[in-house]
């Protein structure tokens, strides 16, 4: 679906004004619609513009600030691996703090070699580790390819998904989240074709509501007129001789300049189907009397493709007001028929909107920031959620600079000492809840 064309503010408020103002319930309920339509609009137009601008932070603020966390981690991996290898001279740590400061320390050796090859870090790593990293490597390896083939027998099937001979891992795992991604595709394109036919059969089932209600009155009106000893003859629309008025079409009612399909029996894609035929033949461009004129319904012609492409019926009227064709379709004249069956494209257009914004924000928000936040409510609140993370990244990479000039300050350093043991112990805390909810969950 395109982008749906801009529309003048003066036209938006007439519009709206003359529907707020309308009488019946159906041309309250196009305005309500029509404004729910623009805001669903606006919205997806926000998602559309949201990975332009989050890359643009990201560039300008967030990989500056990770950079310069992920430098002053590797400076203070060098100051504690010397601080446990070759104490200062009156310093003296406990085993239990030698056992949290190492902890520390492979913790900053690991998260930065997740980045990158660094000799002096494994060389670090290994110093204060039983195993070498290399070894862990090889374990989370194997557990995390445990994990992805458990999801992927979850959702294909035991076996379904497999590495192929001689594949490398990354290169399965793009594999299988292609497969993955599919699939969700397909799930969300099957949910989005029931909501529409769903859509669809309330809006046919009001529409033949509201014609059983039309063809009752029409009966008691024509059932009082027989009872009058009326002459159905005479009583012809356009005279006493029983021709017809040429005003009157096909089915029996007036034309009007706003009708965009005649007949009783119009769909809401008819409505919408002779609306752009109507205006295509008004805004033609070779139909302008002038190259002034041609050049400004060139604009409109490409507007109207853009509307009809989309079938954005709000983009429609907008030029349809524009350019005086038919009259101000939000007036009070419009019939109630002809609103309902324009309530029932603007409903259907609402729904697409909706799809579409919402797999734009999936498109939008970056995994780190989905997994660290969930789902953002629409694009201001990602932009506000990653300059979150880009102030904590930078109060980060300040404290750890605080902490690393507080190592080399003896009057400080059993203070900052105290604070990384503090840490430590958290975070083995941590871990330890973790593995034991682990083993409370059960395998399954």
């Known amino acids: 679906m395109k982008t749906p064309i801009t529309r003048s503010a003066h036209t938006r408020s007439t519009a709206h004004r003359t529907a707020d103002t309308a009488g019946s319930d159906a041309q309250r309920a196009f305005a309500q619609l029509s404004r729910q339509v623009e805001q669903a609009q606006r919205r997806l137009q926000a998602w559309r ?93 194997a557990d995390a390819m445990g994990q992805a083939l458990a999801m992927l027998d ?47 059969r309330r809006a046919a089932r009001k529409s033949a509501r509201d014609a059983a209600k039309a063809g009752k009155g029409s009966g008691r009106g024509a059932r009082g007129a027989r009872s009058a000893g009326s002459d159905p003859a005479t009583d012809a629309p356009g005279g006493s001789d029983g021709s017809r008025d040429p005003r009157i079409d096909q089915a029996g009612t007036p034309e009007s300049p706003t009708q965009d399909a005649p007949g009783l029996d119009a769909t809401p894609q008819d409505r919408l189907r002779g609306l752009y035929r109507r205006l295509a033949s008004a805004l033609h461009p070779d139909r302008a009397p002038d190259g002034e004129a041609r050049a400004r319904r060139t604009v409109q012609m490409k507007a109207l493709n853009a509307a009809w492409e989309a079938r954005d019926l709000l983009a429609m009227l907008a030029l349809q007001a524009e350019a005086a064709v038919g009259g101000d379709p939000a007036s009070q004249a419009l019939p109630d028929a002809q609103t309902r069956d324009y309530i029932a494209l603007l409903q259907a257009q ?62 400080q350093r059993r203070e900052v000492i105290d604070v990384l043991v503090e840490r430590a112990e958290a975070a083995l805390m941590r871990r330890a809840l973790d593995a034991f909810i682990e083993d409370l969950a059960g395998p399954g």
């Not at 601008?53 to 203070?76: C, G, I, N, Y």
């Not at 990479?397 to 507080?406: K, Q, V, Y």
């Open 350 to 411: 609402l729904e697409a909107l909706k799809t579409e914004a919402r797999r734009a924000a999936d498109a939008a928000t970056p995994p780190d920031i989905a997994i660290a936040h969930g789902r953002p409510r629409d694009a201001a609140h990602l932009l506000l959620w990653l300059e979150m993370d880009v102030q904590r990244v930078m109060r980060n990479a300040a404290i750890l600079r605080g902490i690393a000039a507080g190592l080399v300050d003896p009057g």
């Open 154 to 200: 979850a959702a294909f099937g035991e076996g379904t998904v497999r590495p192929l001979p001689g594949e490398s891992d990354e290169a399965f795992y793009a594999r299988a989240e292609r497969r993955l991604f599919e699939a969700y595709e397909s799930d969300r394109a099957r949910e989005d074709a029931a909501r529409a036919r769903r859509a669809e």
């Open 49 to 141: 513009d949201a990975p332009q601008a989050v890359a643009a932070r990201v560039a300008s603020a967030l990989a500056p600030a990770m950079a310069e966390q992920r430098e002053a981690e590797h400076r203070l991996a060098i100051q504690l691996d010397a601080l446990l290898t070759s104490p200062p001279k009156g310093l003296r740590l406990g085993a239990q703090r030698r056992e949290a400061l190492a902890c520390y320390l492979l913790d900053l050796c690991r998260s930065l070699l997740a980045h990158g090859q660094d000799d002096t870090l494994l060389a670090i790593h290994d110093r204060h580790s039983w195993r070498s990293h290399a070894e862990m490597e090889e374990d989370t390896r």
